[in-house]
Structure formats: structure tokens, C-alpha cells
């Protein structure tokens, strides 16, 4: 999502180390590995280079919490 949204806002992998003070070559290589692993401040850094935010919400769930735990 993060790699989408860059490429979607114009910007290169140049612009975001730029704006996140760090090197380009930390960039690429957060973006080789999708990001994996990466804490949420750290995404939100990114999102914030990119002028973009990230809303979550929790919802009650269609089946039943029986119904939920079944499904693990």
C-alpha cells in the first residue's frame, strides 16, 4: 500500500528519503521488502512524507464471537 500510494502521489523514491531524512537506499530497501515488518510509527512517518493518513476502525463483526474463534 505504501509503495502504491507513492507512486500514485508522483513522488520517487528520491523525494520520500528526502522528506524522512534518510537515505535513499533505505528506501528502496524498505520497499524491496514491502515494508514488511515495520513498527507503526514508522509507517506513519512515511505516510506523513507522502502528505497521506491512515485511518482504522473496529467493527463489529457479522458472525458471532463462537462463530470467529471457529474460524482460527
Do not use: C, F
Amino acid at each position: 500500500m505504501l509503495v502504491a500510494l507513492r507512486i500514485a502521489n508522483g513522488l520517487s523514491q528520491k523525494d520520500i528519503a528526502q522528506k524522512r531524512d534518510t537515505s535513499e537506499a533505505q528506501v528502496s530497501r524498505d520497499e524491496r521488502n514491502e515494508y514488511h515488518g515495520i513498527t507503526v510509527e514508522r509507517a506513519q512517518r512515511v505516510l506523513d512524507a507522502m502528505g497521506e493518513s491512515l485511518t482504522t476502525r473496529v467493527a463489529d463483526s457479522p458472525v458471532g464471537p463462537a462463530e470467529a474463534a471457529a474460524e482460527w
